[in-house]
């Protein structure tokens, strides 16, 4: 028997949150970190400047914070932190933020990729360095971190002179750790036999690991070597190149009926070009309109679970509009070259379709630089998937109290438990471009305000007198902010587009509804 309105709700599928449990506290402290950072800005601290001091370089004694990745929560950290304060070394082997939902836009032509990425440099263009390479190992009691250098060879192979011959800067092949400390720590042992590409130790006083997660492609057998990914630029320029090919291919007079006299080898032709084409064709692809076939296979009773029932039937019929074939409570079984074998949940039926691509978006697994840093971590560090568990200021834990706080894990590698009002047990935050964003910002606004990271919670440093009575300092004791708090997420609701210039929007406050729309108006909100 359902005892209170609230579990009634719950049992319907509809959210018992009201608005009087809007968190107003919450909304006046992000209200006044915009207004902190605005500040900061106007002093020129994120351009290495304190105008207010009269100085136009960066202090002295400025602590160095290596950021790993540039993802969202790397890309909304760099946009807030004081360069004044902080010496800020990212590290990543891409050079560039991508705007990850609208890769997929990308990928079909609607949008251009320079439109959904930002380099690094330009997101903080008074950052100290960015190195192109990937985080391969870390001394984290020594604060020391070893980088393995992407080649320098091009796209178009300018540096080599062989085209042919060219890595691919963007999306490096994963390696594994050559590298090890020598026991005292100064210097760096390599495998002379792992390649060319260099490796070099960075030392730092903060390291700020968000690296984000890897197509999680291995648990389904040919999935990893016959799927396209969709995580990267590079991934949706492959596959929008892809998408082209098929189209082409089945545009070609051998896949034609009218190229053959015999009417069974018409029917073949027919049935490779049903099988080449993928995708939406647009005008100048009209006669392919009725080869099309696009299957989405999902595992779930529902698209879109986290959003309201109303929306998630609105995304199903969206899709069926557009001729999309879903099919619901379904397994993948296995990738070949040109098929997919697929099953019903609590079948052994299995069925077989052809296919000219496939697209793997489904399941995330950590990279490996995660097992890499959670094996210097004590075992308290391990959270569920992979992901590392962190306290509510983000640090992980370590093994001495001389390290802790050093290390702060952003992002979806991070493991960060909370228990809202309703909740029964703490639940994860998961693992979306909102949440890293969130703590991204969060994270610079720590450093920035100068916080002891080693203190329970973290405090603000004793400061000489002059130093004691700056605007910030001032401003940071009026808010009653002399100790840090702890992260808060706060959620502005859900976005997704469902194809043909129609989205689904549902805006939320914190746990809070305040109403759902879809349509071409939800489409110009997620445009923007």
């Not at 891409?94 to 032509?109: D, I, R, Y």
């Not at 390696?175 to 060319?196: I, K, P, T, W």
């Not at 409570?329 to 052809?354: H, M, Y």
């Not at 440093?461 to 997420?489: C, H, I, K, N, T």
């Amino acid at each position: 028997m359902v005892s209170n309105e609230v579990e009634y709700k719950q049992l319907v599928g509809q959210s018992p949150y009201a608005l009087t449990d809007i968190k107003f506290p919450v909304l006046l402290q992000r209200f006044l970190d915009t207004i902190e950072d605005s500040s900061q800005k106007s002093n020129g601290k994120f351009k290495g400047q304190s105008k207010l001091q009269g100085k136009d370089q960066p202090r002295d004694e400025r602590k160095t914070v290596v950021v790993l990745g540039t993802g969202w929560a790397s890309h909304a950290f760099i946009k807030l932190a004081s360069t004044y304060d902080l010496r800020i070394v990212v590290v990543s082997p891409v050079n560039h933020f991508v705007f990850t939902p609208m890769l997929a836009s990308a990928a079909v032509g609607t949008v251009e990729y320079r439109s959904v990425t930002e380099a690094i440099r330009v997101t903080n263009p008074y950052i100290d360095n960015f190195v192109e390479g990937r985080a391969i190992g870390v001394d984290v009691e020594g604060k020391k971190l070893q980088v393995h250098l992407t080649s320098l060879g091009t796209a178009t192979g300018s540096f080599k002179g062989v085209a042919s011959d060219a890595p691919c800067r963007l999306e490096p092949e994963v390696l594994q750790s050559f590298v090890e400390f020598s026991e005292d720590g100064s210097m760096v042992q390599r495998d002379q036999s792992q390649g060319a590409s260099d490796v070099i130790e960075l030392s730092y006083d903060y390291l700020l690991c968000a690296v984000g997660t890897a197509s999680r492609s291995t648990i389904v057998p040919g999935a990893k070597k016959h799927c396209f990914n969709l995580k990267t630029s590079q991934d949706s320029k492959r596959l929008r190149t892809a998408i082209g090919e098929a189209l082409e291919y089945a545009s070609r007079p051998d896949v034609q009926e009218f190229y053959y006299t015999s009417e069974e080898v018409q029917q073949m032709a027919t049935q490779e070009r049903k099988r080449r084409v993928c995708g939406y064709p647009d005008g100048a692809y009209q006669h392919l309109r009725d080869d099309i076939s696009v299957v989405l296979i999902h595992g779930g009773s529902d698209l879109l679970p986290a959003m309201d029932k109303d929306l998630r039937t609105r995304a199903l019929d969206a899709l069926h509009a557009q001729g999309v074939e879903v099919r619901l409570n379904t397994r993948l079984k296995e990738v070949g070259r040109d098929f997919i074998t697929i099953g019903e949940k609590g079948s052994d039926i299995q069925e077989t379709i052809p296919v000219g691509l496939t697209v793997w978006a489904a399941g995330n697994a950590p990279v490996p630089f995660v097992k890499e840093l959670l094996s210097k971590l004590p075992p308290s560090a391990a959270g569920s998937a992979g992901r590392i568990n962190v306290d509510q200021w983000l640090r992980c834990p370590t093994h001495s109290e001389s390290s802790f706080g050093s290390v702060l894990v952003l992002g979806d590698v991070a493991c960060y438990e909370t228990q809202e009002k309703y909740d029964k047990t703490p639940q994860q935050l998961p693992q979306t471009a909102q949440v890293a964003g969130q703590q991204g910002a969060f994270a610079a606004r720590m450093l920035n305000r100068g916080y002891d990271m080693q203190a329970t919670p973290p405090k603000l440093p004793e400061l000489s007198e002059s130093e004691a009575f700056s605007v910030l300092r001032v401003w940071l004791a009026a808010r009653g902010l002399e100790e840090a708090p702890g992260f808060d997420f706060l959620s502005l609701g859900l976005l997704a587009y469902v194809g043909q210039e129609e989205a689904l929007n549902q805006v939320a406050i914190g746990n809070v509804p305040i109403f759902n729309y879809s349509g071409k108006i939800a489409f110009v909100l997620w445009r923007t």
